[in-house]
């Protein structure tokens, strides 16, 4: 069963307040300077879902984290630290949006809200995975706690918030991954704010947020 409680406050999150930390200011001249002042190529995330588990786990990691690392000591930038489990996007943009990584039950349920109010901008990216039977049951798999957030799901809390983020990756060839929204919020929604979320990702399954 889909989670009715926290389905409903990702609803009411929308009639309340959130305040990304983040200067908008601030991110806009960060993301310019890693393209010019450090050559990072910029790339558009195309929604996809995680690689299955057995080829996540055959995944070489450590040079990945390596870079990371150098990556982001070379930009003049700091991880914050969050919970390292099945939810640590959703950990990593609670942490953007509210201080605190303790919503992420709240983001994940935005997530899952988005696909669900809107499944014909996102089905195209997940049918054809062979674990996955329908639409239908990725969302309700993605419902779940134990479940790794994905492409899709930034890009639906990109739409739901109307915000866009930016990834610093462990990847060798696109340094700065950006997810834009599909579309501004629906009129008469709240106002998350302006200012890109920024997190970063290591083999494009583990994310933590940054602090500018």
């Known amino acids: 069963m889909l989670n009715q409680a926290a389905l409903a406050r990702a609803r009411a999150a929308r009639e309340g307040r959130g305040a990304p930390p983040i200067d908008a200011a601030v991110a806009s001249r960060a993301a310019c300077a890693l393209e010019s002042q450090f050559a ?3 790339s558009e995330i195309t929604p996809r879902l995680n690689p299955p588990a057995e080829q996540l ?3 070489p ?3 990945d984290r390596a870079r990371l690392v150098e990556r982001l000591a070379q930009f003049g930038l700091q991880e914050r630290q ?3 489990d099945a939810s640590c996007q959703f950990r990593a943009i609670s942490d953007q949006l509210y201080g605190t990584e303790e919503h992420h039950d709240l ?4 997530a899952v809200e988005q696909l669900l109010t809107a499944p014909e901008q996102y089905v195209e990216f997940v049918l054809g995975r062979g674990d996955t039977t329908s639409y239908d049951d990725y969302v309700q798999r993605m419902s779940l706690a134990d479940q790794l957030g994905d492409h899709v799901t930034l890009q639906a809390l990109a739409d739901y918030l109307g915000i866009e983020l930016f990834l610093v990756s462990s990847s060798e060839d696109d340094g700065l991954q950006r997810v834009a929204p599909a579309a501004v919020a629906p009129e008469g929604l709240v106002d998350f704010g302006h200012a890109p979320l920024w997190l970063t990702t290591w083999a494009n399954v583990h994310y933590k947020s940054v602090a500018m």
């Open 40 to 42: 990072v190529r910029r």
């Open 57 to 59: 786990a055959a995944t």
């Open 61 to 63: 990691r450590t040079q």
């Open 82 to 84: 969050v919970t390292d």
């Open 107 to 110: 983001v994940r349920a935005m």
